[in-house]
């Protein structure tokens, strides 16, 4: 980080002691960087909606993922979207850790042995300096006692951004983007496999499919965002 970012930085953290990071308010006691009435805005994903059903379905007719666990919708200029904006571009990396910790309310008491992050490829991992996806799995690791392997899968090809693509596109985009280094550490493990934002779970089901391969026994797909599909998409 260069000192202008830095400062940036320290700005904003000074920033975040006294008013919301999102909405300015002023923070209360024993709220940290986000007010209590931003974390209540976000609207959570129901198990009987219809874009989770849809997931649901998309990941039983793979085979690859057997669970998915999701915890907010991933709406346009709400709380968190600017929460992964910073998280992805900003380092703001403690976001990410108190999105995990948030996480893990609905994933404990599941059967998880290890949580592997869905990796960045080498060249936006080595732009960015880190995977946002790590923060999260710390944040859940940090609460549920369950340890992090980083350094399990590795992106093998370079996919272009997904951002305009439709889920057909994005399947062979991302086919065969992933392989398992290590594979003795997640044979016969119940794993859980985080991502920050799962869109149309493409990418997911392809990370989950090379673990299976690798010999995971179960595969729990969590996310701290859902994007929100219409009832025509
Ligand atoms: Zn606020």
Not at 207 to 225: C, E, F, I, Y
Request: aromatic share 8%; charged share 25%.
């Amino acid at each position: 980080m260069n000192f202008i970012s830095s400062t940036i930085r320290a700005a904003k953290d000074f920033l975040f002691a006294t008013a919301c990071f999102h909405c300015g308010a002023g923070l209360q006691n024993g709220e940290q960087r986000i007010c209590g009435r931003c974390w209540s805005s976000l609207t959570g994903v129901g198990e009987n909606d219809y874009t989770f059903k849809v997931l649901q379905d998309r990941f039983s007719e793979g085979k690859m993922v057997d669970e998915l666990v999701t915890l907010y919708y991933f709406e346009k200029g709400k709380l968190l979207q600017s929460l992964a904006h910073s998280l992805k571009y900003e380092e703001v990396t403690s976001f990410g850790f108190e999105l995990g910790k948030k996480l893990s309310g609905k994933l404990s008491g599941k059967n998880i042995d290890v949580i592997i992050p869905v990796p960045l490829n080498k060249r936006k991992e080595r732009e960015r300096g880190y995977n946002q996806s790590d923060y999260i799995a710390k944040g859940i690791s940090s609460e549920l006692n369950i340890p992090v392997l980083s350094n399990i899968v590795h992106r093998t090809k370079y996919t272009v951004t997904q951002t305009h693509l439709n889920a057909e596109q994005r399947k062979e985009n991302i086919a065969e983007a992933f392989t398992v280094k290590k594979a003795e550490l997640i044979r016969g493990k119940n794993i859980l496999l985080v991502d920050d934002i799962i869109t149309t779970g493409s990418t997911i089901q392809e990370v989950a499919k090379v673990l299976k391969d690798a010999g995971a026994s179960t595969v729990l797909a969590g996310s701290v965002g859902l994007a929100k599909l219409g009832e025509d998409s």
